[in-house]
């Protein structure tokens, strides 16, 4: 039972152009989104989080949308760099009991084309 | 400052075997975690420690286990190797766990192959 579900396992994008990435849960104890990137022989490292207490948050060229209505929440990448092609997972965590955990997507492979 | 480091980056053994990972954490960090990327299935969470206890514990089985020492650095140990552990381990540092405050920072992780 996937939790977090990143239905595309792949995009393609031209420099300059708006990348969306998308990602669905279904557990509605979450209350904190976040996405990660991942290059190949590298670490996941943070990119951006979202509470869901609020329904947009920015940083730079990065912007993550959550609909809890619709437990989906999507990341905007513009412009798209060629540099940002990489895997992205979208996370997510439960604040309440003692939850220590992040559950992940299985990721979409981002390719921004120059 | 150092980031997470995990030894060893690669390794291979063979069915029945066991292995373990070492994982030290950001300086100051107390909080450690392991998970497993396996192609095509994401990460999965194994378990996290913090001053030396077990908070959360995933969905695997017996022979997947951890602790965590005085100085915060961690071990994950999986015994009787199986082909389906081929995978590549990652572990990832916070200053307190509480996954609703912040980010995990992670390592480079170690790519297990079992042949």
């Known amino acids: 039972d996937q939790q977090v579900k990143q239905n595309s396992p792949s995009l393609s994008v031209q420099e300059g152009r708006i990348s969306i990435l998308n990602c669905d849960y279904t557990n509605s104890m979450f209350d904190y989104f976040l996405w990660y990137k991942k290059y190949p022989a590298e670490g996941p490292t943070f990119l951006i989080s979202?509470?869901?207490?609020?329904d947009k948050n920015e940083d730079g060229r990065f912007t993550v949308f959550l609909n809890k209505s619709a437990k989906h929440l999507s990341l905007h990448i513009v412009p798209s760099q060629p540099g940002d092609s990489a895997v992205y997972f979208c996370a997510a965590s439960a604040s309440g009991g003692s939850n220590y955990k992040l559950t992940f997507g299985k990721g979409t492979l981002l390719t921004v084309n120059p | 400052k150092a980031g997470v480091t995990q030894t060893p980056r690669y390794l291979i053994k063979t069915r029945g075997q066991q292995v373990t990972l070492s994982c030290s954490p950001i300086s100051g960090h107390r909080s450690v975690s392991w998970y497993q990327q396996t192609p095509g299935q994401g990460l999965q969470f194994l378990f996290e420690y913090f001053s030396e206890t077990q908070r959360n514990k995933g969905n695997f089985p017996g022979r997947f286990s951890g602790r965590q020492f005085s100085n915060s650095r961690s071990e994950m140990n999986v015994s009787t190797l199986e082909l389906g552990d081929s995978a590549l381990y990652l572990c990832?540092?916070?200053?307190?766990?509480?996954?609703?405050?912040?980010?995990?920072?992670f390592g480079e992780g170690s790519r297990l192959t079992v042949l």
């Open positions: 979202i509470s869901s207490i609020k």
């Open positions: 990832a540092s916070s200053l307190a766990g509480g996954t609703y405050t912040g980010e995990l920072f």
